[in-house]
């Protein structure tokens, strides 16, 4: 029985993280900690400890999730993996490539397993979308589209969270929505492509300058990255295309990945309409009216359906991953701290792209400065 401790009780981690946890019977959340109070209060039945060290130093404790703010999750992963932890770390792990490398680095030479919150490769539609490409439904990938778009940020009167930085010492935009929204389908299209882009071009933009102020409500020039784009061409010879954005109209989660290739194509739509998130459809070469494809009920979390909200689904899928990951040794993992690395530079590239208004050779020169 794996034991995990929880750093981190926000709205992600009350409807994703501990009801994924609390469905795998192979593991037992031990214990949580929020520096906040009143999260704290609405977490019922489980142990709370006073302070996120407390469980990283547990001896009772066989992994750590952490579920915080973007700024506090390289330092809590690296201590857990001091410690002998599995970590489970929502994205990114550091915003920059390279101290997300030594991370990983550091866990494997340790035998410890690493898992990101790359949630939407745990979609039974995506997973079933991976399992056509490998039967090579698609042939050779000739060209990836990926979106990750929705309206959570369009109205200027809800607030970003606080604490982030958009920007950077000299007042440019950095990656925000490309860091948040594009993370996932970047980590797709590298997973669906077998692939990486070795060289890029990128655009970040800033669709809604002004913004009302967490607490304050007052509205104020905020230049962050809320809508963005890049071409990358991969080593293959074939190329990808993703935008991310929060500000465009359409629903939650908002994801479409497209591979088309010698053989065929495939398109996933995660898509909240009409009570069901999950579609799959596919074409082939010689039948190229695309058709809607069954999603099986083998890849759904266990007593799921595709009823079922998408955050409880789709991260039941990824612990019950991560938790067959470190009880099997010798199985080949994914979404893990490699991965958020490759998907991390990429974002890194793209950041530079926009910056030097260039193509972006890939993999990044070791002097890219560090954010």
């Not at 031990?30 to 001896?59: C, F, H, N, T, W």
């Not at 958009?166 to 692939?195: H, K, V």
């Not at 058709?291 to 991260?315: A, T």
């Amino acid at each position: 029985m794996l034991r995990v401790g929880l750093i981190g009780c926000g709205r992600w981690g009350r409807m994703a993280h501990i009801p994924a946890w609390l469905r795998d019977p192979r593991c037992q959340l031990v214990g949580v900690y929020d520096q906040d109070p009143e999260r704290i209060s609405s977490v019922d039945g489980l142990e709370v400890v006073g302070s996120a060290e407390e469980l990283i130093m547990s001896g009772d404790v066989d992994v750590i999730d952490v579920v915080t703010w973007n700024p506090s999750h390289y330092q809590y992963a690296a201590a857990a993996i001091a410690h002998g932890k599995h970590v489970l770390c929502e994205k990114p792990v550091h915003h920059n490539y390279r101290l997300t490398q030594e991370l990983a680095d550091r866990a494997r030479a340790a035998g410890l397993r690493t898992k990101v919150g790359f949630t939407f490769r745990y979609s039974a539609a995506m997973m079933r979308m991976k399992e056509l490409i490998d039967e090579g439904w698609v042939g050779r990938p000739l060209v990836f589209n990926g979106f990750e778009q929705n309206s959570q940020f369009l109205d200027p009167a809800v607030p970003m969270r606080a604490g982030e930085d958009p920007t950077t010492a000299d007042g440019q935009l950095r990656a925000a929505s490309l860091e948040g929204y594009g993370a996932p389908i970047i980590d797709l299209a590298l997973w669906f492509t077998n692939d990486r882009p070795v060289e890029l071009v990128g655009l970040l933009t800033n669709q809604i300058p002004e913004r009302a102020q967490p607490g304050s409500g007052a509205l104020a020039n905020l230049p962050v990255d809320d809508a963005d784009c890049f071409i990358g061409r991969l080593a293959g010879g074939g190329f990808m295309t993703i935008q991310s954005s929060y500000v465009t109209v359409g629903n939650y989660p908002g994801l479409e990945a497209r591979l088309y290739g010698t053989e065929g194509a495939v398109i996933c739509r995660l898509v909240e309409e009409g009570g069901i998130t999950e579609r799959l459809w596919v074409a082939g070469k010689d039948s190229v009216e695309f058709r809607p494809v069954e999603v099986p009920e083998r890849l759904l979390p266990s007593g799921g359906s595709l009823m079922e909200p998408w955050p409880s689904s789709f991260y039941s899928n990824l612990v019950r991953d991560f938790v067959t990951d470190i009880l099997a040794p010798d199985r080949m993992a994914g979404g893990d701290f490699e991965d958020a690395a490759r998907v991390q530079e990429i974002i890194d590239a793209v950041e530079l792209s926009h910056q030097q208004h260039r193509w972006v050779e890939l993999p990044l020169a070791a002097w890219a400065p560090l954010k």
